[in-house]
Structure formats: structure tokens, C-alpha cells
């Protein structure tokens, strides 16, 4: 299982379409994608008619008392499913700095989905934060959109 | 899924029964998919729980093999002609999962079908899709086939399980719908006048102990010579090897049937069929032990330690030579109308058998002949000792033949457990000395073998002594077998099992 996060540290850059598109193309493309909207403006689960809303919040999610894959949602598309968003993401960076080794804490929780999932995806919000810094050591691929001074988009990745 | 009431189902119905909590949306234009199931003859799919189905549209041929427990692997291939091996598909997960299931054993077309299919999503209010709903209309071809019947699969999307379960809810207590009691394939199956497992190599009959005894005799007779003849086709199309081995086996339980229970029969019976069924017997044995070298070949090469599988390729075309010429005969002789004469004259013979006014009763001749041939084994067997000739092995194992015949027969008069772990320790002891005499027949055929292909100057040298170090791995099979006799025969008549015996035959007249 591979993962891939879509992160900026500004926000309007296009991340969550990067994301949502790549998903949906690998899927089409034959792979089984989860894409987890980590991000609590919930844009990416919106785009996909699922609604923002976990039972337990983040908190339940994050600590472990409820299971990734009880809050996984089947999309509109074949093999692509949805970790949806919940408004209590916002306070993701207080629920992982509580949890022991907060920056491995989201690889943890997605190891049990390795057998089920050829791909990842993880929608981020924008900032600096500790998430950023787990979503950082979590993926083994960031693609970062970037706002260029022209107003084109370019992509940069790093491994 | 789900079967309209009348036989049909429709959008509307549907589209009715889930408003106003749900609307549908058409997935795509209906379209028409021919399918074709396969299986081996004797079902090894279906027992599994397993199916495999053959669609076809235009632009598609998909093969898709799915478990009662949900699993599904698909693979697409053209141009596969059936009957045909696992084999025939192309690599992948799905044909190492066939293979196993299907192990040598062909695959064939059980039933055919056309179906409309159509597809429709079922929405909520934000109009994302929480179930598919997969409406078929199937078509058995054939004459007299049912009218088509309307099929509605459910299928839930992750996360939308409670909502799924309102929908089959309100299908079938508004819309009217029933759960469908069979598969799409028993269907095709029905229409066809065909079930699923409607053969089996195995003795299935349900006899009663009060039963007059020539009854019981004649309907184990007439089911071996169904058993017989189904395995004809197969036999001379050669379909697959196991075709041969059914026949075969289905030739010797008569041989011995007619052996230890003739007498049951009317006068003479035993007498006129006993050297026919001897000479189908034996017409069949020269391509099974072929075959037997045959479906062995790969797994003694894979054992060669000096010789390579190269080196003993000659040795596998002239097996496969051989088998040609003594398949012809064979072939022959299934077509002759000695052959015809004989099934024909058989079952008018054993249409005949009007039951006796007085004679034994089933439960009586089944506990006296199991407890002789049980003598037949027991005795001899104990007088086996480390020096004994391989003849005394091979005689102690056709009298186990014999037991366990019987005991196959009459399976149906019998408690169940103390059957099974009866046939449990006979079987331990047949496959020993199982393993010992094919070891022996084996080897001897290799020396013929051997012989027969030193004439031939195109076979190098180097081929015949890799067929030297094939008689080696025999020579050490045949010795460990011989070496777990004692062990096994020890098991047999332990007194655990004689007791078992002894319940098997109560009543029995020595």
C-alpha cells in the first residue's frame, strides 16, 4: 500500500482537486484507493456526496476507540473509497499532541488497511502543524501544489 | 437478491417501493450478456461452493468465479474452447484458484442462459449512491424452457449498510418482492431438467434393512450401471483422465457385487456376467495405468537428482505413444457391439429380478457378507509378517477392496460415525498397500517400458538412464510403503475398531 498526500502550506492552491483526481484516476485505472479527507473544510468529501461526518469526531479516529475502517465510505466510483471529513478535524494537532508518538500515529492507524488498499491518499489542510508533521513521515510521496508568481500552477514532489 | 412475485420485476415497481426516502438513477443502457457456467462432471466447483461463469457481450468475455462467501476473481480471455483444463485460461489468480478446485478434472458447460441486464443506482438526498441494484431478465434457451424470470441483486455500498437493509425491506414488504430460493445457475440448471451434484462417482442410494435382499442387490447394481455409462461419453472423447477411473472403478464394485452378492440374484446371473464385466475390466487397464504413469510424470521429474527433465522427455513421448495405440482399443471396444450387447442385456436382467417370496432381507445379507470379508482381511493380514511374498500384500489388498465395497453398498443401514471411522481405518490400510502394489506394477512397466524403447535408435542413452534413476525413487517408494504395513494393518484390527465391526455386522450368520 502505498501513500500520498496532497499538502501546502497555503491554502486555495488546489489540493484537494490534486487529490480527488488522483484518486479517482488510479482507481479508474485499477487500483483500490482510500482517500482520507484530513482536512475539516471537508471539500474533498463534499465533491464526492459524502457527508462530513464521523461518528466519534477525530478524536475517536485518532485515539483508536473507533476503527478506520468502520468510518470508511464507498464512493459513487468503483474501487475508490472515502475517509470522510468531520469538523472536529480542526482540532486534529491537540488530539494527536495527547496521543504517544503523535508524528507516527496516522501510518499506525492505516497499517491494518495494507491488504485492502494498493493506495492512500490524504487530503491535508493547509498550515504547519504537528498533522503536517505526521502526514510528512506517513506518506511516502508528498505532491505539493504550489502557487507560482505568474498565477500558473506547478507540481513539485518530494519523496 | 430478489424474484418479482410474478416472475417479473420492473423499474417502476422498484421506483415505487423505495419512494419517497430514495430515488433511482439508470447506471448506463441495459444490455444483453450471454452466460455459460462450467464445472467438472462430478461438481467439484459447486461442492466447493463455488461458480464459475462464462459472460459474453459485445466487447466482453469475462470469466468470473465467485465463493458462497463472497470472494470474486475475474479474468477476460477469447478463443477458450471447452471442455478444456483450468489451463486453458490465461495466468493469473483466477486459474490458480481453478486448478486447485477443478484438480485434473475438466472443465464443461453445465447450463446456458441469455440475460438483459440493467443497472440502477438507488440515491439519497444528496443524490449519492448508497446501493446498486442489478436487474436481470433471464432466458434459458431450450424447448419447454420456463418463461423469463426477473432477478434483483442488492448490492450494498461500503459505509451504507443500514440503508441497504431498509431497501430490501421495503422491496419486499412494499414493492412485493420475494427472496429468490436458487441461483441464477440452479435456474438455468431446472429449465435444462438438470440439479446441481446430479452425479456423484460415489455409492448414494438409501437402502432399508427390511428390504428384500435382491432388491437391495439390483438397485446398487443399476445405479453402478448408470454410474457405467455416464462415463462412457468422457471416456471416448477423452475428456479428462478421471472419466476412465470412474468407469473403471464402477466396473470392479460390480465385479464385486456380483461376487459377493450374486447369489442374491436369480439363478445364473452371476454365471453369465461375471467374464463379461471381467472383460470390460480388463480392456480398460492398459490406458489407466498410462495415465497413472502420466499424471506421476512431473512430479518424478521434478524428483530426478542426476538425470535432468530433458533427458527423460523421450520417455514421456513414448508413454504418450503407447497410450494413443491402447486408447484406439479402447475406444473400440466402449463402441463394439459386444459392449452394447452387454449394458443392454445387463439391465433388462436386472429389470427382471422380481423379489423372491421368501429370501434373506437387506440388514441380514449386509451384516453377513461385511462380516466375511472382514474375516478375509483380518485373518490374512495378521499372518503377514516381514518375510511374507508381495502376492500375500497384494491378495490382502483386493479382499480390502472387497470390504470396503461392501461396506459402500450398504452404507445407508449403518450409524453413520461408527461407518465413517470404520471406512476411516480400512482406508489407511488400502492406501499402504495401495501405494505398495503400484509401486510393484510400476517398476515392472518401466523395466517393459525400457525394453521396448532400447529397439528405437532415435532414444539417447541418457534417456534410459534417467528412466534407471525413475526406478530408483520407485524402489524406495515401494520399500517405505512395505515398512508402514505393520502400523497400519495394527490399526485396522485394533480392538476399537473390531468392536466397530462387530456393531456394523450384529446379526450377522457366519
Not at chain 2, 159 to 186: D, K, M
Not at chain 2, 418 to 439: N, S, T
Request: proline fraction near 5%; hydrophobic fraction near 40%; include cysteine.
Amino acid at each position: 500500500m502505498k501513500i500520498l498526500a496532497s499538502y501546502n502550506i497555503k491554502g486555495g492552491v488546489g489540493k484537494t482537486a490534486t487529490a480527488v483526481n488522483i484518486a479517482h484516476l488510479a482507481a479508474r485505472d485499477g487500483r483500490r484507493v482510500l482517500l482520507w479527507d484530513l482536512d475539516p473544510q471537508a471539500a474533498a468529501s463534499f465533491l464526492l456526496r459524502v457527508r462530513p461526518r464521523v461518528k466519534g469526531g477525530g478524536a475517536a479516529l485518532i485515539k483508536g476507540s473507533r476503527d478506520l475502517d468502520a468510518a470508511i465510505k464507498g464512493t459513487d466510483f468503483e474501487r475508490l473509497d472515502l475517509l470522510p471529513a468531520d469538523f472536529t478535524y480542526r482540532n486534529l494537532d491537540l488530539i494527536l499532541d495527547a496521543t504517544k508518538k503523535p508524528t507516527q500515529r496516522l501510518a499506525r492507524l492505516l497499517r491494518p488497511l495494507a491488504a485492502e488498499y494498493d493506495l492512500v491518499v490524504l487530503d491535508c489542510p493547509p498550515g504547519i502543524s504537528l498533522l503536517s508533521e505526521s502526514v510528512r513521515l506517513t506518506s511516502c510521496r508528498n505532491s505539493s501544489p504550489a502557487s507560482m508568481g505568474t498565477g500558473r500552477r506547478c507540481w513539485r514532489s518530494a519523496p | 437478491m430478489l424474484t418479482g412475485e410474478d416472475g417479473r420485476s420492473s423499474v417502476d415497481v422498484v421506483r415505487a417501493g423505495l419512494a419517497p426516502r430514495f430515488s433511482l438513477a439508470l447506471s448506463g443502457r441495459s444490455r444483453t450478456l450471454r452466460q455459460t457456467w462450467l464445472d467438472t462432471f462430478d461438481w467439484r466447483l459447486y461442492q466447493a461452493r463455488f461458480t464459475l461463469e462464462h459472460r459474453t457481450a459485445s466487447g466482453l468475455s469475462d470469466y468470473l468465479l465467485s465463493s458462497g462467501n463472497g470472494e470474486q476473481l475475474t479474468v477476460s480471455a477469447r478463443s477458450v474452447r471447452w471442455p478444456g483444463m483450468a489451463g486453458a485460461l490465461p495466468p493469473g489468480p483466477l486459474r490458480d484458484r481453478l486448478a486447485g478446485l477443478a484438480w485434473v478434472r475438466a472443465l464443461l458447460p453445465v447450463a446456458r442462459a441469455t440475460s438483459t441486464v440493467r443497472q440502477l443506482r438507488v440515491l439519497n438526498d444528496d443524490l449519492k449512491t448508497i446501493a446498486l441494484l442489478t436487474v436481470t431478465q433471464l432466458a434459458v434457451p431450450g424447448p419447454g424452457a420456463a418463461p423469463p424470470q426477473a432477478r434483483l441483486l442488492v448490492t450494498a455500498i461500503r459505509g451504507y449498510q443500514a440503508q441497504t437493509g431498509w431497501i430490501i425491506r421495503a422491496l419486499t414488504e412494499t414493492a412485493g418482492l420475494v427472496p429468490a430460493t436458487c441461483s441464477a445457475l440452479e435456474t438455468a440448471l431446472a429449465a435444462a431438467g438438470r440439479r446441481p451434484g446430479d452425479y456423484t462417482g460415489k455409492v448414494d442410494l438409501q437402502l432399508t434393512a427390511a428390504m428384500p435382499a435382491r432388491r437391495a442387490v439390483t438397485e446398487v447394481l443399476l445405479q453402478l450401471a448408470d454410474t457405467l455409462q455416464a462415463n462412457v461419453p468422457g471416456t471416448i472423447r477423452d475428456t479428462d483422465t478421471e472419466f476412465l477411473h470412474d468407469l473403471r472403478v464402477a466396473v470392479r464394485r460390480t465385479r464385486s457385487a456380483l461376487k459377493l452378492c450374486g447369489d442374491a440374484l436369480t439363478a445364473g446371473t452371476q454365471q453369465r456376467y461375471a467374464g463379461e464385466f471381467k472383460w470390460l475390466g480388463d480392456i480398460t487397464t492398459p490406458v489407466r495405468d498410462l495415465d497413472v504413469y502420466l499424471l506421476g510424470y512431473d512430479q518424478s521429474a521434478d524428483g530426478l537428482l542426476a538425470a535432468t527433465a530433458a533427458e527423460l522427455a523421450p520417455f514421456h513421448a513414448h508413454l504418450c505413444r503407447q497410450r494413443e495405440t491402447e486408447r484406439a482399443a479402447l475406444v473400440r471396444a466402449l463402441r463394439s457391439r459386444r459392449f452394447a450387447g452387454l449394458m443392454a442385456a445387463w439391465r433388462r436382467d436386472l429389470g427382471s429380478q422380481a423379489a423372491p417370496r421368501r429370501g434373506p432381507a437387506a440388514g441380514q445379507l449386509a451384516a453377513g457378507r461385511i462380516h466375511r470379508a472382514y474375516r478375509r482381511v483380518l485373518g490374512p493380514g495378521s499372518r503377514i509378517g516381514p518375510g511374507s511374498p508381495p502376492e500375500s500384500l497384494h491378495d490382502l489388498r483386493k479382499r480390502c477392496k472387497e470390504l470396503r465395497y461392501l461396506l459402500e453398498f450398504f452404507a445407508s443401514l449403518h450409524d453413520p460415525a461408527i461407518h465413517r471411522q470404520a471406512v476411516r481405518d480400512l482406508k489407511g490400510l488400502q492406501d499402504c498397500l495401495g501405494e505398495y502394489q503400484d509401486c510393484q506394477v510400476q517398476l515392472h512397466e518401466l523395466r517393459m517400458f525400457a525394453r521396448q524403447m532400447r529397439t528405437d535408435r532415435r532414444v539417447p542413452a541418457t534417456a534410459l538412464l534417467a528412466m534407471g534413476e525413475l526406478a530408483g525413487q520407485l524402489g524406495q517408494r515401494e520399500t517405505e510403503a512395505r515398512s508402514e504395513f505393520a502400523g497400519r494393518f495394527a490399526d485396522f484390527a485394533s480392538a476399537a475398531n473390531q468392536q466397530r465391526f462387530q456393531a456394523l455386522t450384529a446379526g450377522a450368520r457366519a
